[in-house]
């Protein structure tokens, strides 16, 4: 804090670089403050985050149990749905509030120096504290419903990390893309549609035609994260990520894919960060 | 440009000042109560600037349609590249000495702003280098991120937050941050409700908790109060008795006059002078009246060109010196303001004022021709002596006189000499106002 640094400032602000520790509760500041005023004024206040995908699911529930009946060869298929649609929520929260992120903060890029990457970084921690509020609902449906606690649950904050990284970097390629081209909006809504119903949220990997699987499994990290998320959580007879795959070394497919989706949003954002400001 | 000489003369940035300032301005740095934990170690080691920047370019590309969306640029893949380049920063050196407060001054679009953001580190620049040394305020604006749906209390601390407060630090000095800004009893309502003068009140008491060696400020003053404008600076008085280095933006010449060691002016991009206030506020009246002086005869285009050529007091025993631009008088001593005018081409029934401030800026007398008569009409090339007379009731102060030509409307200055004469009033007493006019005291008791 004390050392009187000399800086050379002629590339406009980094993504990262600067004062680590402001930069952190700056991130925090921003995420609560964003947590705080999304339901702000409405009665129900943050009731409403968890009534948005419980609604969802009681709908889903209901088709996919009364009409259509495949709920009936899954075990604690109403878990698992639920569970699901608060994750692939959390992953939409990040992703489609990460779009307008850049553009929505105008006012303080444009006015204030500071590590471009608190903005994207705040969008997923304020779904973030979403995610706890739901989960906790999730626990409290799942323990009613005779899910036993068991030490593979430890698995899951896991897998919530590997999703946020997945989550964190398309909402960096996302927001610095959108900042040049305004079509992200409409594309990236689309590619969530199709992308909720190519992972297995209201469905489970087996169901799907056998050659699928393994292709999906590769494909989307979505569907490993949520058939491990099956496996180590709900039921551990149901088959684990690596059993669906094939071999655990081809897990390291989707993983690669998700590194390689943080990696290329980062280099994108770091690259865009210093033009940012004029470029909005 | 006029200024690239002396940025290069790194460290002797004190001597352009024109005022004596330490070796060492932060030797005895006073503990204040606003800055209770926070202490700046300042090395005498240092170098002497706080900011320098060096042939400093800046453009921006502004695309001629703006192709935003993925369909247009697929369309018309060629149109897109056509751009055009505003310069808005060409080849800019300067130098802010530690302690020193620095002015920048220009017109709108005359890249001030652009350059307080490059100075911040906001936008890269293009060519060029900026040195910075010590810690600098990482805002240029008041109230950055102010929502106007919380508190003002939320608000106070999101807003110290990014100042690089922590929240613990913020929440400690929130009831000072609020009694300064007079916003006591407004503590819970929601910004939106408050006044813009309210917001802006609490913006600076927050932004001067700011716990930075070199602040960044653009146009604050231009809000508020009188009696909180007084208050804003006091604060800069406070800060710069710190030992702040403190670069400011503005148009409004009174304030460069009043704090600025030194400033600068801007002008499409380029630096147009650097030095003395008094001089660079001159300077900017004159690009903003369209009347450029340096060759003394150019006016606005399409207007008579006419010319202040001197201005001078005179009091009717001595006749100061024509050189002289201070002059002295007493109370109620019959005095003359004075202007020599020359007219280049004819004129019609032209306005001569001459405008007396007092030392805060504030307008204190205009004497002007067109109240009671028409000053008939002048020949090109002639020339006419403007004596105002009056008895001085002006009280005992310091003020500044302003000769001006306007076109007969007295809309359209054709030349003004900014602050051509200092005048003294020496009556050495103290009434506490502005004018000390001949006055009977009558007690009558009953």
Redesign the interface.
Known sequence: M?A??????????SALGG?FR?AL??TW?LAV?DF??RY??SVLGYLWTLMRPLMLFGVLYFVFTKVFAIGEEVKYYPVYLLTSIVLFTYFSETTGGGVQSLMTRE????????PRIAIPISVALSALFNLGLNLLAVLVFAIASGVEPRMSWFQFPLLVLALTVLAIGFAMLLSVLYV????IQPIWDVVLQITFYASPVLYVIKMLPPELQREMMAANPLAVILTQMRHAVLDPSAPSAAEMIGHDARLLIPFGLVVMVFCAGLWLFTREA??I??NL | MTGRGFARSRGRADTATGRPRPLVPFANLPATAQQPAVDHPREASTPLHAVSVEDVSKSFRLPHEQYSTLKQRVLHPRRSRTFSELRALEDVSFEVAQGEFFGIVGRNGSGKSTLLKCLAGIYGVDDGRIDVQGRLSPFIELGVGFHPELSARDNVVINAIMLGLTRKQALERFDEIIAFAELEEFVDLKLKNYSSGMSVRLGFAVAIQVDADILLVDEVLAVGDASFQQKCFDQFDRLKDEGRTIVFVTHDMDSVRRFCDRAMLLERGQMLNIGEPDAIAAKYAEINFGVVGEDGSSGGPGLPRTRVARAWCENGSDRAPDTADTFTVGRGEACAACMEVEFIDAVEDPVFLITFRNDVRHTIYVARSDLDATTGSFAAGQRATVRFRFPNWLAHSTYTLTPAVMTSDGRITLDQRVDAVTLHVDTNRITGGVADLPTEVEVERS
């Open positions: 004390n009187p640094a000399a800086t050379v400032q002629a590339q406009g602000p004062d402001r509760s700056l500041m403050t705080k005023l702000f004024g006012n303080l890029l444009r006015k204030m120096h500071f040049r081209f305004r079509d210093p033009r400001a004029e």
